[in-house]
């Protein structure tokens, strides 16, 4: 288990905590806390309704080549953002905080 720290598109802070035994993703965590995050298409990187910005310095794996098209795409696009379907949830991740990216609409 880890300390994620989400904050919400209404500056609110959220410290969940992540099992890193389940093969989930960010955007899983944020939907089972019930966290407005939409994950349109499920976590395959084809919308981008789980975008979000990397708050702190954490060594990310390297967006794949579908996440970085997804994210040309996107709005709010900053040099932090992420989607959350594609971060993994690990051990390596402990302490990470990330920022819901506001929403288009």
């Known amino acids: 288990?880890?300390?994620?720290?989400?904050?919400?598109?209404?500056?609110?802070p959220h410290e969940l905590d992540a099992p890193?035994?389940?093969?989930?993703?960010?955007m899983e965590l944020c939907k089972a806390y019930e966290l407005p995050v939409e994950g349109t298409c499920g976590g395959m990187a084809l919308c981008s309704t789980c975008h979000c910005?990397?708050?702190?310095?954490?060594?990310?794996?390297?967006?794949?080549?579908?996440?970085?098209?997804?994210?040309d795409?996107?709005?709010?696009?900053?040099?932090?953002s992420r989607l959350g379907c594609?971060?993994?949830?690990?051990?390596?991740?402990?302490?990470?905080?990330?920022k819901l990216a506001?929403?288009?609409g």
């Open 1 to 12: 288990m880890v300390k994620i720290t989400v904050i919400d598109r209404e500056d609110q």
């Open 20 to 26: 890193t035994d389940m093969n989930m993703n960010l």
């Open 53 to 71: 910005y990397v708050q702190n310095d954490f060594e990310l794996p390297e967006p794949s080549e579908d996440e970085e098209d997804m994210l």
């Open 73 to 80: 795409q996107a709005f709010f696009v900053e040099d932090n």
């Open 86 to 98: 594609q971060i993994k949830l690990t051990d390596d991740l402990d302490g990470l905080k990330v």
């Open 102 to 104: 506001p929403t288009a």
